[in-house]
C-alpha cells in the first residue's frame, strides 16, 4: 500500500557511461542519493579488469594540476558508496560476458585516507570471501601523504598495497604543487611506504620462529603467506609535468630516493584539464629518459598509458 515504507537496494546509479574509442576504459559518472557525482573507471588489460574508485566527493588536498582538487571537499563516502561502484562496474562487465573485477584502485576523486574508517571497512568486504573475495594483493589504497594514517594502515590492514602520490623529488618542488606536502616531510612518507611492504613478511617470520606460540603456522600456511607477500607492492605515482618536476636531476634525485627500497615507480604523463592552461605533459622523449635514469637506481619503473 502506499503507506508502506519502500525500500531499495542501491542508494545510488549509473549516470553516465562512456567508454573509449579502443574499448579499453569505461568512465562511470556515479549519481548519489544526495545528487553529488562521483567518477569510477574501468580498465580493461588482456582478460583482466581493474576499477578505479573514489572515496571522498571532491579533495582537500588541493594539488595544482589535479581537477579534483579544485572543488574542495564536499563530502566523505560511507562504506557502502564505495562498495557500490565495484556493484555498478561489475554489472556493466557482466552486460557484455566480460570477466569480473580483478583488482580495485583507491585513486579516484578524494584523499583515501582523509576517509579512514570507511575505505578500511569497504576494503575488508572487498577481501572477505563469502563476499567479493578479491586476493590481498589485489586492492591498491592511494594517498597524497597522511603519514600518520599511512602507518596505522599499515598496522591494521597490513595486506592491501599502498601507493604514495609523490609528484615531486625533494621537499621543496613537492610543496609547489603540493600544498598539504609542508606537514609531511617526504622521508617520512617514503620511510612510511617502505615500512607497510615489509611490515607483513616481518610480521609473519615473527611469529613463526617464536617457539612457545601455540598458533604457530604450519609449513603449508607460512608457504602460501610468503606467497602473498611477494605479490605486495609499494608504489611511487608520479604525475608527469613540463617543467622543474620532470628534468633529468629530478630523475636523479626521485633514483636515488627510491635507491635500495624495493618500490615500483609509476610515471603518470599528465592529461590536460581545464584546471590551467599552463600544464603539458613533457615530451616522450623526455619521458623515456626519465625512466632509464629512474631505473638505473634498481627501481621498477613503468610509465603507466591512460586512455
Known amino acids: 500500500s502506499e503507506d508502506e515504507p ?3 537496494t542501491m542508494t545510488s546509479r549509473i549516470a553516465t557511461q562512456r567508454t573509449s574509442s579502443d574499448g579499453t576504459t569505461t568512465k562511470l559518472a556515479i549519481e548519489l542519493q544526495d545528487g553529488h557525482l562521483v567518477e569510477s573507471v574501468i580498465m580493461r588489460h588482456n582478460s583482466r579488469a581493474t576499477l578505479c574508485v573514489s572515496s ?5 588536498m588541493g594539488c595544482t594540476f589535479c581537477a579534483t582538487g579544485t572543488m574542495g571537499i564536499r563530502g566523505n563516502l560511507c562504506s557502502g558508496e564505495i562498495l557500490e561502484q565495484l556493484v555498478h562496474a561489475s554489472f ?13 584502485v583507491f585513486m579516484g576523486m578524494g584523499e ?3 576517509n579512514y574508517n570507511n575505505v578500511v571497512e569497504a576494503c575488508r568486504v572487498m577481501m572477505e570471501r563469502k563476499v567479493w573475495n578479491l586476493a590481498h594483493g589485489h586492492v591498491t589504497v592511494s594517498t597524497v601523504g597522511v603519514t600518520p594514517k599511512m602507518r596505522q594502515l599499515t598496522r591494521e590492514l597490513p595486506q592491501v598495497n599502498l601507493a604514495l602520490s609523490l609528484h615531486a623529488p625533494n621537499q621543496k618542488l613537492r610543496e609547489s604543487i603540493v600544498p598539504t606536502a609542508r606537514t609531511y616531510p617526504i622521508e617520512d612518507m617514503v ?5 607497510h611492504m615489509q611490515s607483513s613478511a616481518s610480521n609473519n617470520s615473527h611469529a613463526s620462529n617464536n617457539k612457545n606460540n601455540p598458533n604457530k603456522p604450519t609449513s603449508s600456511q607460512t608457504t602460501k603467506t610468503t606467497k602473498n607477500n611477494k605479490r605486495k607492492k609499494a608504489m611511487i605515482e608520479y604525475v608527469m609535468l613540463e617543467g622543474d ?5 629530478s630523475a636523479h634525485e626521485l633514483g636515488k630516493l627510491c635507491e635500495n627500497r624495493h618500490l ?12 590551467k592552461d599552463v600544464l603539458s605533459c613533457p615530451s616522450e622523449e ?16 613503468t610509465i603507466r598509458r591512460t586512455t
Open 6 to 8: 519502500s525500500f531499495v
Open 56 to 60: 571522498q566527493v571532491g579533495c582537500a
Open 92 to 104: 556493466v562487465l557482466n552486460q557484455d560476458d566480460e570477466k569480473g573485477i580483478r583488482n580495485i
Open 112 to 114: 583515501p585516507l582523509n
Open 191 to 195: 620511510q612510511a611506504l617502505d615500512d
Open 245 to 249: 618536476t620532470s628534468t633529468l636531476q
Open 264 to 275: 615500483v615507480v609509476n610515471l603518470i604523463p599528465y592529461n590536460k584539464t581545464n584546471v
Open 286 to 301: 623526455q619521458m623515456m629518459e626519465f625512466k632509464r635514469i629512474v631505473s638505473s637506481y634498481g627501481a621498477f619503473c
